[in-house]
Structures are given as structure tokens and as C-alpha cells.
DNA sequence: TAAAGAAGTAACTAGTTAGTGCGTTAATTG
DNA sequence: CAATTAACGCACTAACTAGTTACTTCTTTA
């Protein structure tokens, strides 16, 4: 009797679907590695969030490693993605940068795993981030993009000139990254709930102030 | 001659120091949790580099909790009591905020432990720091420090008013953390060795401006 | 439609890891 | 000096963990 093909009646229909599977396992990974870092995470969790099976896991990304160079790859290209979608070049240079200072903020905002991520990386000595040329290219565009912005700046007299667009790319993102990466210790040493939405409203005005302040002539 | 006591010539100095192997482990432990986090770390490897026995790990820190825990609250001290010593109360306004962005900035290129510390930390939801109240304490005194320089540089028509002391305070922490935080990933992103001597030299420079445009009148 | 191949699964392995039981040895004290 | 206390170490375990083996089930296509 084994060769009955009628379908018992709680049986669920298995349903076959290779991409559909790797993003379960993609956004799970992410959310895991997010929370508990690279060493921390644990495949057999991921697996079961995912709902697949851990072999998936392999099939499709070889290692635990390889997963997670897969989840920062993705996220990177994400911010990039979304950074591109702003037109900045068709906004005059103040509403320009400051557009990107809010961006910014609230990109961290509202995806922390990314923030987890970069430190998890970081920790490993950026040993994944390495082999990875598009992440390059997509993070040129973004400092070519802050370079005319200030050069529009400095010729439109609003901005001084002699200010690097490296740096100054890195201090938009320090100044809402290290807010927000470190909003646990950061409440209990500065003894005020660092997530309370008016201290968020209060943070983002303080940035785009010190920004702003920072080019100004 | 007081202390000494009726030592033979040729004998070692004591076998057994509770302090010293206390100490050693704490060394070994901060280096440890720095390079790999608390899920990374490995206590037999801690033990090892420690060149003591595991067991006494155990016997006088409890779990490898209680000595993340232990070292974390050891690395804020170090920094908390280090601040206090720079005595700004002595210096006018600008030069006292000047020092203390320089300050905090080589303090985090001299002990990059401790950024890696905060940062695992913050994975961990800041569990370990929330049960001490010392460092509440000592922190209280760093805000304090940085309001009165604030308010005595109002009065000095130096700085404007209305600047947040506990906002310039992240923001201070913000623009030398992040870049050295994310050095590794920062060096590939903006195609720049970050760590070569005149890289760090212009960082701590533009932090500097930074801060100082963000107070001025 | 049959065969190939891809998607999916359960159970397993080999190595690792935090934590302990219990005995030994050095220093202190009555 | 004996008794006590504290420092220290060996060897173990119970649970965990990344990765695999060997298999079944579904989908596509020659």
C-alpha cells in the first residue's frame, strides 16, 4: 500500500521554491547575526526561523561564514541603494546635505541590524567586507556625490572651501551612528533615555546643526 | 629593613598571589573579550594567556559573565578617572574643550580595547552596566565637567548658549569612536588607509574644528 | 512519461565549550 | 608544630555546535 498517492488530510503540500527559501534564510540570518553578532549566532536558529532545513543553509551558502558575508553584502548595497534614490544633485547644497544627514539618521533608525552588522565586521577585521569589489564601487559614488555637493557649495559662496569629503562623510555617519549603536550603554551613562522620541526629535537637530555649522564660511 | 622578612638568599618570591593572578586574568580577559566579544571569547583561552588555571576563573569571578562584567566596569573607570586627571577646571574655555576632544580621541587610539568592549556591550543590551552604580557616579562628573565649560564660555562671549552639554558630549565621543570603531570597514568603503599617520593627524584635527564650530558664537 | 536533477529532510558526527568535583600544596595562625 | 585556610590544578561532563551523510520528494524536460 505504499504506493498510494491520496494526500491524508493534514498533510500540507510541499511546496518548492529556491529563492523564496534563500531570502527566509537571508532575512532570518540577518535578524540573528544583528542580535547576536557573528560568533554569537547560531546556525540551528537561523535554520528554524528560516523555516528550512540547516542543509539549506549550506546548499545554498557553503559555510556560516559565507552566510554572513551574504547578509553584509546585501545590507551595504541596501544603504548605498537607498542613499543614490535621494537625488541629491538635483537639490541646492544646503538642502542637499542636510537631506543626507536626516537620511542617514533615520536609515539607522529604522534598520539597527545594520548597525550590529558593521560592528560584528569590524570585529573581524573587515575580513569579509575585503572581497568584495561592488561594495566599493556602489561607496564611491556616494563620496563622489558629497564631493559635488560641496564643491556646488563652496561656488555658490554657502559653504567654505578645503573641507574633505571623506571626512566629512565619516563624521555624517559618526554623529548618528554612535548615538544609536551605543543607545544602551549611552542611557545609563548619560542617565536620560537616549530613544524617548523627543530626545531622537532633539539628536537629529544637533546633528544637522553640527554639520551645518562644520562647511558653513 | 622593616618588611623584610627571614628570606633565604637563593628562594623565589612567593608562589601564590591571589591579587597578581587576579590581575593577570583581568589583563588576559580585557584583551580576550576585546578581540573575539563575550560570545567569541574562549575562557580556556583566557586562562592560558592568563598562565593560570581555569579553575580559578571560576573561583573568583563566578562565571565568564561576572568577568566581562568585572573588566568592562574596570575599562570605564580607567577612562572616567583618566578625564578627571586632565583637570580642565583649570584651563579657559576653549582650550579645556580643545583638550578634551584631543584627550578622548587618543584615549580610544591608545586602548582600542575599550571600544570593542562598549561595542559588545551594546550587543548584550548593556545587562553588565546597568548593576553598576560607580559608573553612573563617575560619569555624572564628566557632564558636569563639559556643562561648566560650556557655561563658563557663555559667559565669556566665547561660546553660544543653548548647546546641550550631554549632546556635545556624544558628539565628542561620536566623531573619534566611529572612525576608529570602524576603521577596518572604513578603510575599504573610502579606499583610504585610515590609520597611517597623517590620516589619524588630519582626523583629530577636523574633529577639533568640528566641535569647536559647533560651540562658537 | 520516465529519467534527471533540484529541493528538502532527519539523524548523525567530531570537535568544542562553560562549568565542576575533588584532591594537592603553600601560607597563616593558635 | 598541628590545624586551618586559601591558592591552585587535574581531569572530567553535559550540553552544544558547525558541518555532513544518506535519503526522500517534488519539478522539469527529452
Redesign the interface.
Known sequence: MTGEQTEKPGRKPRIRDAEATKARILDAAKKEFAK?????ARVDDIAEKAKANKRMIYHYFESKEGLFQTVLEDAYLDIRSAEQKLHLEDLDPKAALEKLVRFTWEYYLKNPEFL?L??S??????KH??KSEI??VS??KL?NMVASILERGVKAGLFRSGV?P??L???I???G???L????????????DLMAKDALE??IQ?NI??IM??VTV
Not at 181 to 192: A, D, L, S
Open positions: 547576536n553578532g557573528l560568533g554569537g550590529t558593521v560592528n565586521e569590524n570585529l573581524h577585521r573587515a567586507l575585503k561594495i566599493k561607496s564611491r563620496v574633505d571623506v571626512q562623510n565619516i563624521t555617519a559618526a554623529v551612528y554612535y548615538y549603536t551605543n543607545r544602551f550603554t549611552g542611557t545609563i551613562i548619560y542617565e536620560r532633539q539628536r544637533f546643526e553640527t555649522r562644520l
